[in-house]
């Protein structure tokens, strides 16, 4: 019986460190002086997949040392209380905060309004704002679970002061998407697309939908929906002409680096491994009426939930 228990835990470990070795192939160029970054959505659920998920993404930073980490949406599953932020967020990725490396989220229509507030996502008690990495690239976060006038206005003014050449919104509900279950947000389209296109931006990250899925480029821009670090909807992509890319079969995170004019892309799966990798070439004309990338992903519509503003309860989870 010992032998045999000996053996399950050697099993174990070794099925980790095959999973270390393979999430290390990187295909991207992994420059010293690129800004790099991961990306991950619908991530707080506090189970063994999130765990495993975050133990590839933490192991993979010793290979490719990412700076941050953006988060669009559904941080947190079902109950959050202070332990569940533990749970479903602190344990999970100690290795990665036990660096200093600071994640930057969004909120989605699982979270409760006052996670705004909640240190260690680096909203500073606003449910939309915005950040500088460095120069030349700025990124802006949505609440798209209200998209009032209040939000679109400031995001207008946003847009137009930034000078930054790499601008790049990332929210929860997908302008395009293949889902299913969810699928293309029409009405939030009709808001925020003339907005990018107007302000020449020329990527975009979300959630909601449990996949991944690169969209082929739309107006000039290229969405990406990330949806799977803690839950994955298989079977779910129904794509009808919008996907460049899709994996539904798994979990995964996103890894980027941007160099310059370009940014490369490497999305990775809980097995740790590369289920899509590319390129994204900044649009450096006034006009996105022609895609500016290498590769991209789908749609379907939902529209905005009605409801009254949510909360701004002060709260500290």
């Not at 133990?55 to 980490?69: A, C, G, N, Q, W």
């Not at 389209?189 to 690169?214: A, C, I, M, T, W």
């Not at 941007?258 to 990798?277: A, C, R, Y």
Request: aromatic residues 12%; proline residues 5%; charged residues 20%.
């Amino acid at each position: 019986m010992r032998k045999h228990q000996s053996l399950v835990a050697f099993v174990a470990v070794l099925s980790w460190l095959t999973i270390g070795v393979i999430a290390q192939d990187l295909t991207l160029p992994n420059k010293p002086t690129s800004l790099k970054f991961a990306v991950i959505g619908d991530s707080g659920t506090g189970d063994s997949i999130q765990y495993r998920t975050a133990k590839v993404l933490t192991d993979i930073r010793s290979k490719f040392p990412y700076e941050f980490v953006v988060m669009v949406g559904d941080n947190m599953y079902g109950s959050q209380t202070a332990k569940d932020y533990e749970k479903k967020f602190e344990i999970p990725y100690k290795g990665i905060l036990d660096q200093n490396i600071k994640f930057y989220a969004a909120l989605g229509n699982h979270d409760q309004p006052n996670q705004a507030n909640y240190k260690l996502f680096n909203m500073n008690g606003k449910r939309f704002y915005t950040f500088k990495p460095r120069d030349g690239v700025r990124f802006f976060a949505l609440d798209t679970n209200y998209m009032d006038k209040e939000q679109l206005d400031w995001l207008t003014k946003e847009l137009a002061a930034s000078g930054s050449d790499w601008k790049i919104p990332f929210f929860h509900h997908p302008l395009y998407s293949s889902g299913g279950r969810h699928g293309s947000d029409q009405a939030l389209r009709d808001q925020l697309e003339p907005l990018f296109v107007k302000n020449s931006v020329d990527v975009v990250f979300s959630g909601h939908d449990h996949f991944y899925e690169r969209i082929k480029p739309q107006k000039g821009i290229q969405y990406f929906v990330t949806g799977g670090a803690g839950k994955v909807r298989k079977g779910d992509i129904q794509d009808e002409g919008l996907m460049a890319k899709g994996f539904d079969a798994g979990y995964h995170f996103m890894l980027i680096e941007i160099d310059g004019n370009q940014m490369h892309f490497q999305v990775i799966s809980d097995l740790g491994k590369t289920i899509d990798s590319g390129v994204v070439s900044r649009n450096t004309t006034q006009s996105k009426s022609a895609p500016a990338t290498t590769p991209a992903v789908s749609t379907a519509a939902k529209p905005i939930p009605a409801g009254a503003k949510p909360s701004t309860a002060t709260k500290t989870p």
